[in-house]
């Protein structure tokens, strides 16, 4: 196989992976059992129908950034702008250009859970999700006790995940 055609396989490799990184809260989300249970008897309203803490998914948004960042810093980004130009630019707007590149995918990937998921369970007189409140009765409930349909599920889980996607990025923000 020639170098360019090893290059341009490891770019877009690359590429793919990172996308599939920093959409993946809209995937397993977007695709019931494929990581989170469909059985809602098994998992905690208090936990957002998600058998982890939010700890947990915290440090998994800010994994899979920083990975995605650098598979994007490394093989993808030299690629668009080419190796020699991205050598040129100083460290700074490197990591400028790899932040910009990373907040767009993960926004845009927040946006369309937002839109598709959570905005029609949105009532401007009631709030979001206001017949699941954890607080009403001081009681640990399951999803299921709760009176959480699947689709209620999956909203009320993307709403905890692009929390924690958009507390990644503005974390990578300050860091920037």
Same mark, same amino acid.
């Given at each position: 196989?020639?170098?360019?055609?090893?290059?341009t396989? @490891?770019? =877009?490799?690359a590429? #793919?992976?990172? !996308?599939l990184?920093?959409?993946?809260?809209?995937i397993? !989300? *977007?695709?019931?059992?494929?990581?989170? &249970?469909?059985?809602?008897? #098994?998992v905690?309203?208090a936990? /957002?129908?998600?058998?982890?803490?939010?700890? &947990?998914?915290?440090?998994?948004?800010?994994?899979?950034?920083?990975?995605?960042g +650098?598979?994007?810093?490394?093989? %993808?980004?030299p690629? *668009?702008?080419?190796?020699?130009r991205?050598?040129?630019?100083?460290?700074? @707007?490197?990591r400028?250009? %790899?932040?910009?590149?990373v @907040? *767009?995918? %993960?926004?845009?990937?927040?946006?369309?859970?937002? %839109? #598709?998921?959570?905005?029609?369970?949105?009532?401007?007189?009631?709030g979001?999700?206001? $017949?699941? /409140?954890?607080?009403?009765e $001081?009681? +640990?409930h #399951?999803?299921?006790?709760?009176?959480?349909?699947l689709g209620?599920?999956?909203?009320?889980?993307?709403?905890?995940?692009?929390?924690?996607?958009?507390?990644?990025v503005? !974390?990578?923000?300050? =860091?920037?």
């Open positions: 196989m020639p170098l360019d055609a090893f290059g396989a @490891k770019t =877009a490799l590429f #793919t992976l990172s !996308v990184l920093l959409c993946s809260s809209a397993v !989300v *977007i695709l019931p059992s494929f990581v989170y &249970t469909s059985d809602l008897s #098994t905690f309203l936990d /957002n129908c998600i058998s982890a803490t939010q700890q &947990t998914i915290f440090v998994f948004s800010m994994l899979k950034l920083l990975i995605a +650098v598979l994007v810093s490394v093989c %993808v980004i690629a *668009i702008f080419g190796h020699a991205w050598q040129h630019l100083d460290s700074l @707007k490197q400028k250009l %790899v932040g910009f590149f @907040k *767009i995918l %993960v926004r845009s990937s927040c946006a369309v859970q937002i %839109v #598709t998921l959570i905005a029609p369970r949105f009532d401007l007189d009631l979001l999700f206001s $017949h699941f /409140n954890v607080k009403d $001081h009681i +640990v #399951t999803c299921e006790d709760a009176g959480m349909t209620d599920a999956l909203a009320f889980r993307a709403w905890s995940l692009v929390r924690h996607d958009m507390m990644a503005m !974390v990578w923000e300050l =860091a920037f």
